[in-house]
């Protein structure tokens, strides 16, 4: 008799313990300006791209910290540095929506990051080529991507 209350409460214990662990909706506890994790969604010129879900954040070295979204055909690159205040060292934007181009910061153009929670919102301009010209051309960006 011992073991089958025993065996009761254990099973008890496992069942609501598992219930408590559940992660029911993980957008529920989100705080708002945050997007889920590995996710990013970007705007270049102003048309919001679907939202990229191969994400990799690299471990900081020193105050930088490296991020990847996308692919080597079509993606983006962005380096944060929080030595100080957060600020883009650089964006590499590689044919998203057409656009091929880069920001580098230091050598005009402007660039600033926020973070929310684990989002990093970046919002700036990259010089490069798009689709409709072999011209040169700035246009604006706006990334956030969640590590």
């Known amino acids: ?4 209350v025993a065996f009761i ?3 008890a214990l496992m069942i609501g313990g598992g219930a408590a662990c559940s992660s029911g909706n993980p957008s529920a ?3 708002p300006g945050t997007l889920p994790p590995g996710t990013a969604q970007l705007t270049i010129d102003g048309k919001n791209l679907p939202p990229i879900r ?3 954040c690299a471990p900081p070295e020193k105050y930088l910290t490296t991020i990847t979204a996308g692919n ?3 993606g983006v690159t962005v380096q ?3 030595a100080g205040k957060l600020a883009a060292e650089f964006v590499r934007i590689r044919n998203l929506n057409g656009f091929t181009g880069d920001y580098d910061r230091g050598l005009g153009g402007d660039a600033t990051v926020a973070l929310t929670e684990s989002t990093y919102h970046i919002a700036g301009t990259a010089f490069g080529y798009g689709p409709k010209s072999p011209v040169p051309t700035t246009q604006p960006f706006t990334i956030e991507v969640a590590c």
């Open 54 to 56: 191969a994400v990799d």
């Open 80 to 82: 944060v540095s929080n």
């Open 72 to 74: 080597d055909a079509s």
């Open 1 to 4: 008799m011992k073991n089958r």
């Open 9 to 11: 409460a254990a099973a």
């Open 29 to 31: 506890t989100r705080e």
